[in-house]
């Protein structure tokens, strides 16, 4: 099973700060990663595929970036709905999986 | 509008059996791959289950594997998932979700349902 590793596992932040998410596999997965926006008590969104195409609606102080092994998310001016736990997911190989996640707090 | 309702959660002992629905309105149904996710309460995703659109291909997680079974009836637009031999490690909120596809590449889920409780407890 393929493994992705997130973080931090927290990161707190004030708003108009630039936030830094990191998404490891363990092996590679190409281009083929997402990630998604939970927020509590909803369902995830999906705010990029394929590493670093934004998704319908995203903001575009989200962006994508990395291959291979190594990704990350990141949001260039937090706001205060950003508050959220974000999470990272293949699609190279079943079964599919997801990384752990990284909660995101704005002081 | 685009949008999943999942249905059929509820309170079920340990070794029952529950069925989820979920009923995709505003989309073209039949042309998606669908999938379960699950999120047990505090915990981060995991994959259940995933079927292709004429439900020739379909794939589990091997912790569902032999107990769950997905389908899907593209006439009334709706993806289930018959859950069989229920474990207290089932209890999650299951959401439905669509993946994207081109040709045969199939993408990220881009629409989920708003999920739907299963709590497995004597």
């Known amino acids: 099973e393929l493994v992705l590793t997130q973080s931090p596992a927290t990161l707190s932040l004030s708003p108009g700060e630039r936030a830094t998410l990191s998404c490891r596999a363990s092996q590679s997965v190409r281009i083929y990663l997402a990630w998604y926006q939970q927020k509590p008590g909803q369902a995830p969104r999906l705010l990029i595929y394929d590493a670093s195409n934004r998704a319908t609606g995203v903001p575009a102080r989200f962006s994508g970036s990395g291959s291979g092994t190594d990704f990350t998310l990141a949001i260039s001016s937090l706001e205060p709905e950003d508050s959220a736990v974000y999470y990272c997911q293949q699609r190279t190989s079943w079964p599919l999986t997801f990384g752990g996640g990284t909660k995101v707090e704005i002081k | 509008e685009v949008q999943l309702l999942e249905s059929g959660g509820g309170l079920v002992q340990p070794g029952g059996s529950l069925r989820l629905s979920c009923e995709a309105s505003?989309?073209?149904?039949?042309?998606?791959?669908m999938s379960w996710v699950r999120q047990a309460p505090g915990k981060g995703l995991e994959w259940v289950s995933t079927l292709s659109g004429t439900s020739a291909l379909i794939f589990y997680a091997d912790s569902v594997k032999g107990r769950f079974t997905i389908s899907r009836d593209n006439s009334k637009n709706t993806l289930y998932v018959q859950m069989n031999s229920l474990r207290a490690e089932d209890t999650a909120v299951y959401y439905c979700?669509?993946?994207?596809?081109?040709?045969?590449?199939?993408?990220?889920?881009?629409?989920w349902g708003q999920g739907t409780m299963v709590t497995v407890s004597s």
């Open positions: 979700a669509r993946r994207t596809y081109s040709g045969n590449d199939w993408g990220a889920f881009d629409l």
């Open positions: 505003g989309f073209t149904f039949s042309n998606y791959p």
